[in-house]
């Protein structure tokens, strides 16, 4: 019988749709704007494939592990620690040697970067580990593509090979002042099927690449639409666009823009739906993550499902992105957290790639195509 030692964040990811550039130390704020706990409900949709499986888990009480077990309705989990109202870095490391101490076999964790970073300073190497993703940015290599996609690496375990994976440190002040510092925190052994578990984020820095940056942003200028709204996502080459129009954005926010001018800089969900709800027409301008190669779902979650879906669906999303970074990405992914709405970005999309460019991308379905039973 495998056993698997689950632990789940509780305020992972509650920063992201509220417009903030994570939680860790932001949750009283996350709350103020009006922030739920996603966690839970990320780890259940997880867990409920793998039910009546004879997988025996291993959790904290509570929100770190036994809630979403019984959400998703596994029964006969054992409880191994009793952690308080409020969690912390302390009660992961408890969780994870109590589960060294019973036989784990893997530690399935919920969480973002900061909960990869907690689980591996406990567990080391002496145990594979997996994450569920859940936090705002996740840019470490530990976590599948989705919830329903660790389902089925945990249900494909015996096929899997075990790998190495990096886990990132991310400067998260540097992260909210808009700058992108990161170095290896260490490496984790990581269950693999490939599709179902995500690289670690790259960074493309070439001259050519800032060429190709500026004849994108030179192209989606030129065929910009008046009074139409744009909610133009985080990254670089989305940042080269506003450059070109004279604008000054948020480098790793989302920034509304309407006839060349900004209307909300740094929006969370609840302004873009506002400014959504006036809009004659809209469209939603990405980029995706180098190497994850994810358009929604990882450091954009203001750009939420009901976004998307107000400003018309996936057909409103342009997706852009330079010739290296395409290189480097071996497919495209959507988790956006509603797996109806990633299924109908279809097996690929056409991303402006240059001045008047496009490459015809695939779309890898972060949702199993045999879903576990």
Known sequence: MTTIGLIVNPIAGMGGAVGLAGTDGQVAEAIRRGAVPR???RAAEAL??????GIRFLAPAGPMGADALDAAGVIGYDVISLPGETTSAADTGEACRAFIDAGADLVLFCGGDGTARDVLDAVDRSVPVLGIPAGVKMYSAAFAVSPVAAAAVITG????RLRDADILDIDEEAYREGRFAVRLYGTARVPYIPGRVQGAKAVY????????KRDIARFIAEVMVPDTLYVIGAGSTTAAILSEIGLSGTLLGVDLVR??????????ERTILSHLDGAAAARIITSPIGA????????NQQISPAVVRRAGGPGR???????AKLAGTPALYVDSGDPALDLEFGDSVAVVSG???AQRKRVASTVPITTPR
């Open 48 to 53: 409920r494939p793998l039910a009546g499986r």
């Open 355 to 357: 001045y008047r460019i």
């Open 317 to 323: 999303i342009v997706v852009v992105g330079t010739p």
């Open 292 to 299: 994850q190669g994810f358009i929604l779902g990882r450091g």
């Open 157 to 160: 375990l015996d096929s899997a």
């Open 259 to 268: 006839n060349k001018e900004i209307v909300a800089r740094g929006a969370d």
């Open 39 to 41: 966690a839970s409900f």
């Open 205 to 212: 820095e070439e001259a050519d690449d800032e060429r190709a």
